[in-house]
């Protein structure tokens, strides 16, 4: 008998969970910490940090995973804006944002046995005043 391969998330994100739940996708978690790279060429940074991630969940040996990592940041030009960690640094991002286009880039890395893919999607947003 053959068995399904099995998906990891590597991720603790809760709308990651969310979409894959909703494409009726089975997975399991391996949530990870590592240091995200915060500075760079934003499209780099993404697809890097997407990579760190699922690296850090894959279990060497364990055959028929496929690790999932993904990445997704928020750019005005070459500036990254991360994750803010409170309201006041959030207020300051969102007023940056005011009145601009900027770019959402989402990295997605898929790890297989000794395969790595990675693929980038970039979405540029226009705020209102």
Do not use: W
């Not at 996708?25 to 940074?45: K, N």
């Not at 997407?50 to 969940?57: F, G, M, S, T």
């Not at 409170?86 to 940056?96: F, G, K, Q, S, V």
């Amino acid at each position: 008998m053959t068995r399904a391969p099995t998906l990891v998330l590597a991720s603790a994100s809760p709308q990651r969970r969310a979409i894959l739940e909703r494409l009726g996708i089975s997975f399991c978690l391996r949530a990870t910490c590592v240091a995200e790279i915060e500075q760079g060429d934003p499209a780099s940074v993404a697809l890097e940090n997407a990579l760190l991630k699922a690296r850090a969940a894959r279990v060497p040996g364990a055959l028929g995973e496929t690790v999932l990592g993904v990445d997704t940041l928020v750019a005005l030009g070459p500036r990254i804006y991360g994750k803010p960690p409170d309201e006041r640094a959030a207020r300051e991002t969102l007023i940056a944002l005011d009145g601009e286009t900027h770019t959402v880039f989402s990295g997605v890395a898929l790890l297989r046995e000794d395969r790595e893919q990675v693929a980038l999607a970039e979405t540029h947003v226009v705020f209102r005043d």
